[in-house]
């Protein structure tokens, strides 16, 4: 019989206490996926390996774990799952502006979002909550 290794989850609220970052910024960096998180209903848990590789990119000893010079493209139902919004509310922000996007054909599944401009969303999203 073979054991399989069960491996420490941790809250947000525990690593936050363990490296000194708020939760705020903590969520921010799971959502633009600099942490590697799990979710396990609306919990929000880091594994043992996000953790440790989270911990050498702060000491700056890991190798960048995605190559940012490809460009990645999100569907709206993607980001919609990303974010915790109804596709409805991504189609919302895409055509107001607050989020870019481009359309590749008509129709609603038809919306890309480029990677970094869901990044400055967050972040733009993560001031405004701050400042409120």
Do not use: C
Not at 23 to 41: P, Q, S, T
Not at 107 to 114: A, E, Q, T, Y
């Amino acid at each position: 019989m073979i054991k399989e290794k069960k491996e420490k989850l941790y809250t947000i609220s525990q690593l936050s206490e363990f490296t000194g970052i708020s939760e705020h910024e903590l969520i921010r960096m799971v959502l633009l996926k600099k942490i590697h998180a799990v979710r396990l209903g609306k919990s929000i848990r880091i594994t043992e390996d996000g953790l440790e590789r989270f911990l050498e990119n702060l000491s700056g000893k890991a190798i960048p774990e995605y190559d940012f010079t490809v460009p990645v493209f999100y569907t709206a139902e993607q980001v919609s799952r990303i974010l915790q919004l109804s596709v409805d509310n991504i189609w919302l922000l895409l055509k107001s502006g607050k989020l870019k996007g481009f359309k590749i054909r008509e129709g609603k599944s038809s919306w890309r979002i480029p990677a970094k401009n869901l990044d400055d969303f967050i972040v733009s999203r993560s001031k405004e909550d701050a400042i409120k």
